[in-house]
């Protein structure tokens, strides 16, 4: 077929030469001509992963922004997209849908109409999926349109200084890596806080829960979070970023805040970690759920001389490593079986494992969360690992447990 080219450069020039609002209609043109697909559409998934919602056309072609698309995600052939990240494609052959997917981070997925398919066309689609993918990425800077698209609820005054708190990607995979975070806010949102870094040598972890509820919790954890990132990005240390945080609150605010900082050599898995009145954290190995008994300092805040005490962990080839809040885990939350879900989820990407966790706790308290429910999962692959969890499951089945951890309910 004419034009039947990937055409990539082609699609990235004209989506940077275009309007931040209009660089989505761009990739759909591009298909449009080279294939004369029909019913192109992109579909975001939302804040909280229950729903798909179709982004209007800027040319004016869609429905107002108001009234824009939405339908449910459980269940749906987008939700086995985004979960396989594989293309799919219709029995008849001509509907097909691909993951917009950046580094693992699930965006959404691009939806196209096309007279026939063969190689070159899925390929094509599947490429223009992923260019998308670094299109969003880039003009979300830009232009609130890509917020607005993932919103279908109405967001409170905290919940919106709560979420520009947080990474604008859940999701970070790396050769040494997979890393995968979600937060379900309580009804009032609880101060919950999750933050990861890459540098040359090294990825920092923070997970970070402010005391109190609404607005109160949600200046506590700007503080706390902006001055861990402040010293982070000196170049300095969690010992220095944990001081920081505790000097923020103590000068600036009447209130204090849990943490748990980690900083991973990548070339090693070496992992230091300072614990400030934070849950210990949890690691599968060999198919056990462990529960990691740091040694906890004092939070940040207290209005008391403090000392903390960097520690080391080991994480070998094929450890998952889980950092939770108390949201996760107390109230009717306890309910929830964790390591039961941590071992079903085993060999499934750490977003999945996520998802699987924070749904937990989430009908654990009947869709009304009286805490923020937040978890951080690493996969660790190693120097010479794969990239994808999924990939590195059969070495986490084959990684014997330390001795001396204890195991998660042993007591």
């Known amino acids: ?32 001509e080279r294939f004369s697909a029909c019913e192109v559409s992109f579909w975001f998934v939302d804040l909280i992963g229950q729903e798909a919602v179709r982004l209007p056309r800027a040319d004016g072609a869609d429905e107002a922004r108001g009234a824009a698309e ?61 260019a998308l993918a670094y299109i969003v990425v880039t003009d979300r800077r830009f232009t609130d349109l890509y917020h607005w698209g993932r919103r279908t609820t109405s967001v409170s005054l905290a919940a919106e200084i709560q979420h520009q708190l947080l990474p ?8 040494q890596f997979t890393l995968a ?22 990825l920092h972890l923070s997970i970070t829960d402010a005391m109190g509820h609404d607005t109160v919790s949600a200046l506590l954890a700007t503080l706390t979070v902006n001055a861990l990132r402040g010293v982070r990005r000196t170049g300095r240390g969690i010992l220095d970023q944990a001081y920081a945080a505790h000097q923020a609150l103590v000068e600036h ?7 748990q900082l980690l900083c991973v050599t990548l070339e090693t898995g070496a992992c230091a970690l300072v614990n400030a009145g934070h849950p210990w954290p949890l690691r599968l190995r060999g198919g056990r759920v462990q529960e990691l008994a740091v040694r906890i300092c004092l939070p940040f ?30 109230r009717d939350a306890a309910a929830v079986d964790l390591p039961a879900v941590l071992h079903d989820t085993r060999d499934e990407h750490p977003r999945e494992a ?11 308290c009947h869709g009304s969360l009286p805490d923020d429910a937040t978890t951080m999962v690493l996969d660790w692959h190693g120097t010479s690992g ?15 447990p330390d001795q001396g951890v204890r195991d998660r309910g042993d007591g």
Do not use: F, K, W
């Open 181 to 202: 975070c979600g937060l379900a806010p309580a009804d009032d949102i609880g101060g919950d806080t999750y933050d990861y870094a890459l540098d040359q040598g090294t």
């Open 386 to 400: 794969p990239r994808h969890s999924d990939a590195g499951a059969d070495i986490r089945r084959q990684c014997p």
């Open 1 to 32: 077929m004419a034009g039947a080219g990937l055409g990539l450069d082609e699609v990235l020039r004209a989506a940077e030469d275009a309007a931040p609002v209009e660089s989505v209609d761009v990739v759909a043109r591009n298909l449009e």
């Open 354 to 364: 996520v998802r699987a966790l924070i749904g937990a706790v989430h009908e654990a």
């Open 253 to 259: 605010a009447r209130g204090m805040a849990t943490g």
């Open 168 to 175: 604008s990607a859940s999701c970070c995979e790396a050769a």
């Open 70 to 130: 939405r339908t449910p995600l459980p269940g749906s052939v987008y939700d086995r997209v985004l979960r396989t990240q594989r293309l799919y494609q219709e029995p008849d052959g001509h509907r097909m849908v691909a993951p917009v997917t950046n580094r693992g981070d699930c965006i959404g997925v691009l939806e196209l109409s096309v007279p026939y398919t063969d190689d070159t066309v899925r390929e094509a689609v599947a490429q223009a999926a992923h």
């Open 301 to 330: 805040g207290v209005p008391v001389p403090v000392a903390y005490e960097v520690q080391q962990l080991e994480l070998r080839p094929g450890d998952r490593l889980i950092l939770l809040t108390d949201g996760m885990t107390e």
